[in-house]
Structure formats: C-alpha cells, structure tokens
C-alpha cells in the first residue's frame, strides 16, 4: 500500500486538515481508480476535481474527437484540439494539474467484456455519457461487480446526479431509466447552458469523492435535480421498482 510523501500532503493539505476527511481521506482516493465514460461536458467538468484532488488512478473512455461546437462547455478542449481525440485532449490537460494521477485514455467505445473488465478493476465508476443505452449497460454491469456508480445528466437548463452502490433494497439506475419513457433528447437538440454541465460534473466528482474517502452517509436513492432559472436544488427518493430487469432478479 501507497503512503503519502511530503510533497502530496503539502499538495492536499487543505483537505487533510478537514476533520472529517484527513490523511485516511487522502490516502484512500490514492488508493483509488476512476473509471468515467464520456470526455464531454460531464468529464471535463468531473475529471479535474479528481485528478487535482488526489485520486490515484483515473481511465477515460470516448470515442468522440472533439469538435467546434463543443468547445462552449468542454473546458479540457481548446481550439488546437478540434479533430483530435476527446480523450487524447483530456489527457493532455488533466496530466498538467497532477503528476502524481496515473491518467489512461481509451478512445473507443468498449464492448459488453472490455466494459465488465474495466469495472471489475475500478474502484468507482462515473458515467458522463450522453445516452440512453450505454447508461443502462453501465448499471447492468455495475450492479454485476457491486462497483458503486455516480450518474449524470444536463440538458438544456437543468440537470441531475444520483449515486448507486447496489446494497441490497437499493434501487438502480434502470429503476430510474424507466420512468423516462422512450423519448430522449440530446444538447444537440434541446440545447445546453455551459456552467450547467460545470455544476453537475463537479457534483459527480464531489459524490464520488464522498464514497471512495467515506466521506458523510450515502442515502440510497438520492436523486438530486438543478434548475438553473431558478437556481434551486431538489431532492427526491427514488423507489426500488418491483418489476426491475437488473436489480429485482
């Protein structure tokens, strides 16, 4: 097991003089390994919290390159990065902020057993991605390892987090999927205010610092809803769905 050196507590010292986090804090998101689908908004919003925060290992996925339109919210992507890999542009930038973060890129998607494999050896999971499908794979193989899941979506004005961690009488992300109908949008369609993405990756970087350090409870089902016009947080508590095809088998 990896101890913090010197120079990584000087780093982190205004973490780990919080009681509540500490040097156990620290060393256990040094411990840790990240796994995030989606260099996007979400991800670039996420991943530097992580990265500069201490995490020790962290592996982004996207198949995506970067284009013109992305730039108005993806803050790891300049205008020299237009035509590159989503991932290859994170990369560079988050490899700035840390030396100490082993950072891994993967610029394809990944199939049913690249995926189970690359949960199996993560410590958490982050989807940042933007549909449906590979949400619902996530959860499935997720809930398979029993690695916890931080989710999030932003469209529009508005956006959401919830967490996973498939204790039992839990619900999963399915659980929530299936109350949104077949009907899915994307920002491409809908639109997206830019510092949406910003609040709501930032959260799932926050949450996924919470369970990896212990850090608080975690409520089971929390789903956690932002309206930027009207600035205000709402909180709900999703059900366990009886007829759920993932976690009520």
């Known amino acids: 097991m990896e101890i913090l050196s010197d120079k990584e507590m000087l780093r982190y010292n205004r973490q780990i003089i919080l009681r509540s986090f500490n040097f156990e804090g620290q060393e256990a998101l040094k411990q840790a390994s990240v796994l995030i689908i989606g260099a996007g908004g979400l991800g670039c919003a996420a991943t530097p919290y992580l990265v500069s925060g201490g995490v020790g290992k962290l592996t982004i996925v996207d198949d995506d390159v970067v284009e013109l339109s992305n730039l108005q919210r993806q803050i790891l992507h300049a205008e020299s990065d237009v035509n590159t ?15 100490y973060c082993e950072i891994t890129a993967i610029g394809h998607r ?67 999927s299936t109350l949104f109908g077949a009907n899915e949008l994307s920002c491409v ?18 949450e996924a610092i919470r369970l990896l350090s212990n850090l608080g409870t975690h409520k089971p089902g929390k789903l956690m809803m932002f309206d930027a016009l009207s600035m205000k947080w709402q909180e709900f508590t999703l059900p366990k769905q009886p007829s759920c095809s993932v976690c009520n088998i």
Do not use: W
């Open 189 to 206: 369609e809908a639109g997206i205010l830019a510092p949406v993405v910003g609040v709501i990756g930032s959260m799932q970087a926050l």
């Open 85 to 99: 890999l989503k991932v290859e542009s994170a990369k560079a930038s988050l490899s700035q902020l840390n030396s």
């Open 110 to 176: 990944l199939d049913d057993i690249e995926l189970d494999l690359a949960i199996a050896n993560h410590s958490i999971v982050i989807d940042a991605s933007d549909n449906l499908a590979t949400r619902n794979q996530l959860n499935r193989l997720c809930h398979k390892h029993k690695t916890p899941l931080v989710s999030g979506a932003a469209i529009r004005l508005e956006g959401q987090v919830i967490s996973f961690t498939y204790k039992e009488d839990e619900p999963c992300y399915e659980c929530l």
